[in-house]
Structure formats: structure tokens, C-alpha cells
């Protein structure tokens, strides 16, 4: 084939298919009155019987112990911040500058006024300052006349600071919920879900948990509770999502209550951020005391999903603390005027639409520089290092990211800040450490911090090549050439005739959906591309076939951000999730596709080491001839009819060639009807001979 141009390459994926567990699926079933392939999805979660699977489709089943019980320094933060309360002695709040962060100060400065609290708050800058309570901010509280610290998603590592706090003779609560460091800070309480017994359902919660905890802790002990728990609660579902924190035990109970309560809540910041953002709800669940009513589990009145906070709302408070003021958030979430509340959601979508336009420019350029510079060299190197100046530090953690899901390696971006210093993030993948990747390079770094799956870092220019080379040789000694692709995790096979509106109702069971509880994934084999096209900014909208008992199914789907694979090929395995299209009030079933490859029995074919043979074949009752054979740009099926006409395809080619010669044969679309069949005859035929 010589058109080079239509030959695109597929989503560089592993598949990982989750085995089905045919007998317990059946129990769960039986037990929770829930469909198999339902039954199948809670399985994939963790839930290895009945009871168990009914407490998660069930999270207000959970017996939740007090958390005075299982924080044992959250008794005396309630007494600290009650004595401050009623001595009007001034408490400030050290937040920090993402959603986690912003949530969680809100929540308590909220909550802490409604009390009577004298209170403020101090978030530190991002550019100047970097992430943390540090000791200009400790000495500025104690200035102004401060008592009492409350630390929020921050204060676990910072050990100076606090020594500091308390030698002014300043009161410090730690709330925090990153890993705990070797010697803990002198605080005079510290709450941290890490610190807990690991059995506990407070263990996952993120910082805005932590706080949400002690507000209502504190509530219940001053008798105070009433009217204080719906707003809370919304700040914790946004936090908690926006976080990225598990969708499991108790998170999963609060955030399943915070959804349905967000439409309708009272804070004029939350209703104006749904309202700028265009965010519409939708239909979720509601509680079932009876495990026989399947429909009241999977139809209720409105609430919002995840993927409403996850990719609507979360965002445009993220957006403020990677490039903006976090005291708009901070005002959007605490104010109670709906004019200055509208003000701020507007401010909030402006700074997000700026995000958003520079991560695509950052990400456009560092593709650019991949595919020039290392793209060749990734099996080799097993790691992508990626530095520019003009790049924004407060955004480059998206586009390493999306470089992660585009070539399947750890990937460690940077920006020049001036003297001959980098500062960058990092994220990686599941087989790679990027805290111990950071750890193995310490003595080329200036500073550094993080998780397994991100991080963030600075380092002297000098040291950048360095750096790429201690990274490639960490990385050549836990990754193997096939951890070098994004994996997909796929929950179940399903068939075209199996997708319709009833499975969409029953998968609002497995909501929240998230970290630790991601949506259902699902694969389909050796489907036919019937339409497609480039909507959008590089979308490819679809029409997928499959014919089952010589009838055909077809279903819209979308793939988003997927222009650069554009065109598909004729047939492909599928996999994704089920969602809705409600363009113009049409809420119509569609299938977001993550991956596609080509069908399995088709690739054997055209990479096996010898040449095919070549054998005949019947189609609409006509005779042919088909083989494997190999030219200049791979292995192509070449079709003969009895008058000398070949067909001829690649496949991964949406477009082949039909003639006489390769020199006058003209280009066709491989989808069409007349031409996928006679394909798919023959490459049937070449199975069972080969």
C-alpha cells in the first residue's frame, strides 16, 4: 500500500481482562437481587461474598464506630478548639492551595464560625513558597495575636515550622492525611487517617475528610450540630473527589449522601460553581431498605455523579490553585451572598479556561519534543524526562499526565525558574515509585516530595542529564519492555445486544464511582467501524456494528481526544464505558471508548513469522483467493476474484486498494458493507487453514 498517510497507529494498551467468577457471581446475585454481569462488576471490586457485596451496593448498612474512638488525639483537638471557642482566643488555618486544601479550609473556617469561633485562614503561595505551613507564616499568625494553629491537608512533614509555633507559645493542630514521616512535628494534637488502625473505615479519607470529622466532632460536643452537617457535607464531596481520594467504606457512604444533597445545597458558592460550570443532574439512587425493589436501587430523583465533580466542578476550584488566588476559592465557598458568589464562579471559569488553553500548548510542545527528541529511545531509556522554559509549574502536572496515558512510561516534566533551577512533577505508572525514583536521584536534587503515583521536584540545571540517567537506571531495573503501555483494567466482556437502557440503570449501583471503585470498563471483540468522523477539538464520533445470529446491532460511540488515530480501522476490539449523549435534550446510550485494538485471531494472522498460505474461499457465491503477503510497510491481506481484481488491506488501515494492478488500483473504504464482508470471509478462511 502506498498512501503512508492513512496509516495510523492504534492506542499503544495493555488489556488486562478480569476473570469472570461465574459461581459467585451467581450468589451475589441471588443474595442481592442484582443481574450476574452486576454481580460480576462488585466482584472485580473487592467483594468476595454476599454480605459483603451487600454492604458495599449498601454503604449505610456500614457500622461505623465513633471517631473518638479510632483518632486518639481527636478528643483533645475538640477540647483545644472548644476552650479557643469560648475564650474568643483567635485560631488561624493553614490550608494549602489545591481542591483538597481549599475544601477543607472552607469547611472549617464555615463551620468554625458558625460556632462562634474567632477565626482566619493563610494559604502559601504556590510560585513563592511551595506547598506547606512554613515558618514566615508561623510568625506572621503569632504578629496577629494567633492562640491556636489548625493545620488542613498539610503540617504531617513539616517539623521546623511547628517546633517554631510552639516555642512563640502557640497551640498546633495537625490535620493531614499524607504518609507519616520518621519523627512526627511537636504538636499538641495531630489527626491523620495513616496514623489509625488500618482496618479502620476512616482510613482513606483525604484532608477534607480529616476536617470534616473534627468540625463535626465539634459540633456534636458543643451541642451545635444542627444546620452544620449539609454544608459541610458538600464541601467534603467536592473535596474528596476533586482529591482523587477511594470511593470506598466511608467515603463511599458520605460522598453517596453529598451527591444527592449538592443540587439543592444552601451555599450559594456551590449552586453558582453548578451553575457557571453548566453542570446538569442526573438520575442516581436513592436508599433501599428492600433487596428485592432492583428499581428503587437504580431510578431516584436527581443527584450529581463523580465525573460531574471529577471533570466539571473540580477543575475550576483546581484551576485557582495551580494559577490563580486560592482566596477566590476560599470566598466562593464561604460566602453567603449569591451576587459575590456568582462573582467568584465566574473568576473560577476564567482562570480555568486560561488552565485549560495552556495545558494544551504546554502538551502540544512537549509532544513535539518527545517525537523530535526521545521517542526512539523510550524502550530503551523506559522513562520520559521533559524540560522547556515559558512553561507553567502549576499546570505541567496535567500534562504529564496525559503524556503517561499517551506513551505508557513514567514521565518527569519540568520548567526552567530562573539561576539555573528546574522545578517540576512527575507521574508515573503502576510498576514504577516515583517517590523512591525521586529518593534514588536525592543528591541531584534540590528539594522533592511525593507518592508512588506523582511527585513533585527541583534540581540546579547542571544536574539535568544526571538526573535523565539515575531516572532511566531506576527504571531499568523495575519495568519490563511490556509494563511500556498504559493498562487498561477491564471488568467484563459484553455483546451489543446485551447494552441497553435497563444495564445503564443497573450500573448506578456501583455509584460513587472512582478511586479504588473506578466505572465499569468493558470489552467487545472484533466490531466493525460502520461510521466515523472528527468532531470537536479532535474527537472521533462513531457508529459501531455487531452482528449476532445474522442480526445486526449498532450503537453511537465517541472517543474523545482521539483525532491523532483518526481513521480507525474497519474492525477492532473495543473497550469502554457506557454513558449517555444529551446533545439538544437527547439522552441517547453511547459508548465512551479508552481503547481499541485490533481483534486478536487478525493480528495472529498478519505477525505470524512465515508467510500465510494462500486459500479459496466462497462469498456470495462467488469464487476468491486470499493470502498474507509482505511488501515495503508490513504484512496486507490481498483478496483475487476470478476477473484479477485485488483487494488489498492493512490492519490498521481504514482505507485499502481495489484493482487490477497496484499502479491503477483505486482507494476504498474498508467499513463498507461490501467490502468489510468479503474481508471478514477470508479472514476466516485463513484461520482455519493456518
Keep these: 500500500m502506498t498512501n503512508n498517510q492513512n496509516?495510523?497507529?492504534?492506542p499503544h494498551q495493555r488489556w488486562q481482562i478480569a476473570p469472570a467468577n461465574i459461581e459467585l457471581a451467581t450468589k451475589v446475585a441471588s443474595f442481592t437481587n442484582i443481574s450476574p454481569i452486576i454481580s460480576q462488576l462488585v466482584i472485580n471490586r473487592g467483594m468476595e461474598t454476599p454480605e459483603a457485596a451487600e454492604k458495599f451496593i449498601n454503604p449505610?448498612?456500614?457500622n461505623l464506630p465513633s471517631p473518638l474512638e479510632d483518632f486518639p488525639d481527636l478528643a483533645v483537638s475538640v477540647e483545644l478548639l472548644e476552650s479557643a471557642i469560648k475564650n474568643q482566643e483567635k485560631i488561624a488555618i493553614c490550608g494549602d492551595y489545591d481542591a483538597d486544601g481549599m475544601t477543607s479550609t472552607a469547611l472549617l473556617l464555615r463551620s468554625l464560625r458558625a460556632l462562634g469561633a474567632n477565626v482566619d485562614y493563610a494559604i502559601p503561595s504556590r510560585m513563592h513558597e511551595g506547598y506547606g505551613i512554613n515558618k514566615r507564616i508561623v510568625e506572621e499568625f503569632k504578629s496577629e495575636g494567633v492562640g491556636l494553629i489548625l493545620t488542613v491537608d498539610n503540617g504531617i512533614a513539616a517539623f521546623e515550622p511547628i517546633a517554631r509555633a510552639r516555642e512563640l507559645g502557640l497551640k498546633v493542630i495537625i490535620t493531614d492525611h499524607h504518609d507519616i514521616p520518621k519523627e512526627l512535628p511537636p504538636a499538641n494534637a495531630i489527626l491523620n487517617p495513616k496514623l489509625i488502625d488500618e482496618s479502620s473505615p476512616y482510613r482513606g479519607v483525604a484532608g477534607v475528610g480529616v476536617a470534616y470529622i473534627l468540625a463535626v466532632s465539634l459540633?456534636?460536643?458543643m451541642g451545635e450540630l444542627k444546620g452544620l452537617v449539609h454544608p459541610m457535607l458538600a464541601l467534603f464531596t467536592l473535596g474528596t473527589i476533586a482529591d482523587l481520594a477511594p470511593l470506598t467504606g466511608v467515603n463511599r457512604r458520605w460522598v453517596k449522601r453529598g451527591l444527592k444533597l449538592l443540587p439543592k445545597s444552601t451555599l450559594p458558592g456551590v449552586q453558582a460553581l453548578?451553575?457557571?460550570a453548566g453542570v446538569q443532574p442526573s438520575e442516581g439512587e436513592i436508599e433501599s431498605n428492600s433487596q428485592s425493589d432492583l428499581k428503587s436501587k437504580t431510578q431516584n430523583p436527581k443527584s450529581l455523579k463523580p465525573d460531574d465533580i471529577g471533570f466539571r466542578l473540580g477543575p475550576r476550584i483546581n484551576a485557582i490553585g495551580r494559577i490563580g488566588n486560592p482566596q477566590t476559592v476560599i470566598e466562593l465557598l464561604t460566602t453567603d451572598d449569591?451576587?459575590?458568589?456568582?462573582?467568584?464562579?465566574?473568576?473560577?471559569?476564567?482562570?480555568?479556561s486560561e488552565r485549560q488553553k495552556m495545558c494544551e500548548e504546554i502538551e502540544q510542545e512537549a509532544i513535539s519534543l518527545v517525537e523530535d527528541l526521545y521517542v526512539e529511545d523510550l524502550p530503551k531509556n523506559r522513562v520520559l524526562v521533559v524540560i522547556k522554559e515559558n512553561w507553567h509549574h502549576g499546570v505541567i502536572g496535567i500534562v504529564a499526565s496525559r503524556l503517561v496515558e499517551r506513551y505508557g512510561v513514567p514521565v518527569f516534566i519540568g520548567t526552567f525558574e530562573g539561576e539555573g533551577v528546574i522545578r517540576g512533577s512527575a507521574r508515573g505508572i503502576p510498576e514504577f515509585h516515583v517517590f523512591k525514583a525521586l529518593e534514588y536521584s536525592d543528591d541531584l536534587l534540590s528539594k522533592y516530595g511525593?507518592?508512588?503515583?506523582a511527585g513533585g521536584f527541583s534540581l540546579p540545571s547542571d544536574n539535568l542529564e544526571s538526573f535523565r540517567l539515575r531516572l532511566s537506571d531506576f527504571a531499568n531495573q523495575c519495568l519490563e519492555i511490556q509494563h511500556l503501555k498504559p493498562l487498561l483494567k477491564i471488568d467484563a466482556q459484553a455483546n451489543f445486544n446485551q447494552i441497553n437502557r435497563d444495564?445503564?440503570?443497573?450500573?448506578?449501583?456501583?455509584?460513587?464511582?472512582g478511586i479504588e471503585n473506578p466505572s465499569?470498563?468493558?470489552w467487545t471483540p472484533n466490531v466493525q467501524v460502520i461510521q466515523q468522523q472528527i468532531v470537536g477539538k479532535g474527537h472521533i464520533k462513531l457508529v459501531l456494528g455487531q452482528v449476532i445470529d445474522n442480526q445486526r446491532y449498532e450503537i453511537p460511540a465517541i472517543a474523545w481526544r482521539w483525532g491523532d488515530y483518526f481513521p480507525l480501522p474497519s474492525r477492532i476490539d473495543v473497550a469502554y464505558k457506557l454513558g449517555e449523549n444529551n446533545y439538544n435534550g437527547n439522552n441517547n446510550l453511547q459508548l465512551e471508548l479508552v481503547g481499541v485494538k485490533i481483534p486478536q485471531q487478525v493480528e495472529n494472522l498478519f505477525t505470524a513469522s512465515k508467510i500465510s498460505q494462500t486459500t479459496k474461499f466462497e462469498y456470495k457465491q462467488r469464487q476468491y483467493i486470499c493470502g498474507i503477503y509482505q511488501n515495503g510497510n508490513g504484512a496486507e491481506l490481498r483478496i483475487k476474484n476470478s476477473e484479477g481484481k485485488v483487494l488489498v488491506m492493512q490492519p490498521e488501515n481504514k482505507i485499502g486498494l481495489l484493482g487490477l494492478s497496484r499502479e491503477d488500483a483505486k482507494q476504498v473504504d474498508l467499513s463498507l458493507p461490501q467490502y468489510d464482508g468479503i474481508i471478514q470471509a477470508a479472514i476466516q478462511a485463513l484461520i482455519v487453514v493456518s
Design 7 to 10: 496509516i495510523k497507529r492504534l
Design 60 to 62: 449505610e448498612s456500614l
Design 219 to 221: 459540633a456534636q460536643q
Design 274 to 276: 453548578i451553575q457557571v
Design 338 to 352: 449569591m451576587g459575590i458568589a456568582l462573582e467568584r464562579a465566574m473568576q473560577c471559569e476564567q482562570i480555568n
Design 450 to 453: 511525593g507518592h508512588k503515583a
Design 503 to 513: 444495564l445503564f440503570q443497573q450500573l448506578n449501583i456501583l455509584h460513587p464511582c
Design 520 to 522: 465499569p470498563l468493558f
